[in-house]
């Protein structure tokens, strides 16, 4: 005949059951971290240690690669709530005549969004990326940064070289960032005056906004208020904070 168990006893079992199985389950860890140390170092660190470093550093060069285009994707994935975040220099009211600052070495000039209109328009559907852990499939309207450059003749330092970099800035300098060439040219690269083929949401960063799919988002400047070419290292509002300056993908 089978017993009955008291509560009391029900839950002792349990417990003890489920300290057995805490313990087999905590010696799994236990043993790759033995394996680990057991290994041979390998230029100064462990032996895995440094493979899974290398096989980063591999990847990470491939991904930076001009060439590399970042995903896309069709209209039908597109997220249908897009998410916001962040509105650092975005505080200000918008002047009614806005303008854009361009700097260029020596040359300096103005233009208004509606300038950019006129140049032909680039549309992109990729997966924005957030280094907050979110990420969502995004539909995106504008102009090349590349195409940009080309029609004002900007960017070029003399006939062979291009600048280093291009900063942006909000037009009260509070959020700033700092692109590599390679990346502002990258054919996926585009000042993004529409979101889902609607004129940009004053949060999203209307009038003008960079959108640089090949990088985190927090590289994509909302309200663009100067863009400047420069061999100098441009400001850069998070890299300030200690956030990867690069911040590829
Ligand atoms: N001016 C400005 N641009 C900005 C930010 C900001 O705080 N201010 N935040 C960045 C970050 S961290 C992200 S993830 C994206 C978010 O863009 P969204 O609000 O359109 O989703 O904007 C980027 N651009
Ligand atoms: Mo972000």
Redesign the pocket.
């Known amino acids: 005949m089978q017993e009955e168990l008291t509560t009391d006893q029900q839950i002792r079992r349990k417990t003890i059951k489920a300290f057995v199985a805490f313990g087999v389950a905590s010696l799994v860890p236990l043993g790759i971290w033995k394996w680990i140390n057991a290994s041979a170092y390998q230029n100064n660190i462990l032996a895995p240690l440094r493979k899974t470093l290398e096989f980063n550093e591999k990847l990470t060069a491939k991904l930076l690669s001009n060439s590399h285009l970042a995903p896309t994707f069709s209209r039908s994935e597109v997220d249908k709530k897009?998410?916001?975040?962040?509105?650092?220099?975005?505080q200000e009211k918008l002047a009614e005549k806005y303008k854009i600052k361009i700097e260029s070495g020596e040359e300096k000039f103005e233009i208004s969004p509606a300038d950019l209109k006129a140049l032909p328009k680039q549309e992109i559907v990729f997966e924005?990326k957030?280094i907050?852990g979110w990420s969502q499939i995004q539909h995106w309207g504008g102009v090349r940064l590349v195409d940009f450059m080309n029609h004002y003749k900007i960017g070029q330092k003399d006939a062979d070289n291009l600048f280093q970099y291009v900063g942006m800035e909000?037009p009260d300098g509070k959020?700033t960032v700092g692109i590599d060439m390679p990346s502002a040219v990258h054919p996926q690269t585009i000042l993004a005056y529409e979101m889902n083929g609607k004129p940009l949401l004053k949060?999203?960063?209307s009038p003008l906004r960079l959108i640089i799919p090949v990088k985190y988002?927090?590289k994509?400047?909302?309200?663009i208020g100067v863009i400047k070419f420069s061999d100098e290292r441009p400001k850069d509002y998070w890299a300030s904070y200690g956030y990867d300056y690069f911040a590829g993908l």
Do not use: D
């Open positions: 897009v998410r916001f975040n962040g509105a650092v220099g975005l924005f957030c907050e909000t959020y949060k999203h960063g988002g927090y994509n400047l909302k309200r």
